[in-house]
């Protein structure tokens, strides 16, 4: 049972335009989502993240909306870069689960010059 | 600050052999993670401690899987004997305690298993 799902396994964006990256999650106990960031032969690194009790989370280049009733959360970057190419991973958790993460599969951004 | 060190970063075995992945989290952080990674997947909780207890490792296949964290700090992950499905990429994470979900991970051990 995948509670966390990114259903586009891959995106392309012309640099300095706007990146989407999408995430749903069945599990309506999840209360705080992050999204990481990973290159090749490197760890997922800490990118952003979001409490349930708010719809939105600005850092720099990178915002995080969340619409509860829809189970959905999506990541903006803007404007991409070639340096955020890398696979980004969506992840939740919630109070009752000793705030273990739940990963998504991924997606891959690529960002062409 | 040094971040979580993790060891070897390649590791290529013959299945039915045994391997180890050794983890060295950032100092201070009580919670660590062990994750496993399989391609085109996101990573998987294998095993949570806090400090030298597990607080859960109820997705570790305990058949082949093994996992300990002497005197709180540093972590070893076993896998005996291994199988062609255990080819992946297993993740060390830390945390602060009280500090949220943000994990700091490792760079990780890929393994594969022929």
């Known amino acids: 049972d995948q509670q966390v799902k990114q259903n586009s396994p891959s995106l392309s964006v012309q640099e300095g335009r706007i990146s989407i990256l999408n995430c749903d999650y069945t599990?309506?106990?999840?209360?705080?989502f992050l999204w990481y960031k990973k290159y090749p032969a490197e760890g997922p690194t800490f990118l952003i993240s979001?409490?349930?009790?708010?719809d939105k989370n600005e850092d720099g280049r990178f915002t995080v909306f969340l619409n509860k009733s829809a189970k959905h959360l999506s990541l903006h970057i803007v404007p991409s870069q070639p340096g955020d190419s890398a696979v980004y991973f969506c992840?939740?958790?919630?109070?009752?689960?000793?705030?273990?993460?739940?990963f998504g599969s991924g997606t891959q951004l690529t960002v062409l010059p | 600050e040094a971040g979580v060190a993790q060891s070897p970063r390649y590791k290529i075995i013959e299945k039915r052999q045994s391997v180890a992945f050794w983890c060295n989290p950032i100092?201070?952080?009580?919670?660590l993670y062990w994750y496993q990674q399989i391609l085109g997947q996101g990573p998987k909780l294998l095993i949570q401690?806090?400090?030298?207890?597990?607080?859960?490792d109820s997705q570790l296949p305990k058949d082949r899987f093994s996992a300990e964290r002497l005197k709180g700090v540093d972590s070893t992950l076993k896998i005996q004997p291994a199988k062609l499905e255990d080819s992946a990429v297993y993740l060390c994470?830390?945390?602060?305690?009280?500090?949220?979900?943000?994990?700091?991970f490792g760079s990780g051990t890929q393994l594969s298993v022929l």
């Open positions: 994470a830390s945390r602060l305690r009280g500090r949220g979900e943000k994990l700091f």
């Open positions: 599990n309506s106990m999840f209360d705080y």
């Open positions: 979001i409490s349930s009790i708010k």
């Open positions: 992840a939740a958790s919630f109070s009752g689960s000793a705030r273990q993460l739940t």
């Open positions: 100092s201070g952080h009580a919670t």
């Open positions: 401690f806090q400090n030298n207890g597990v607080v859960d």
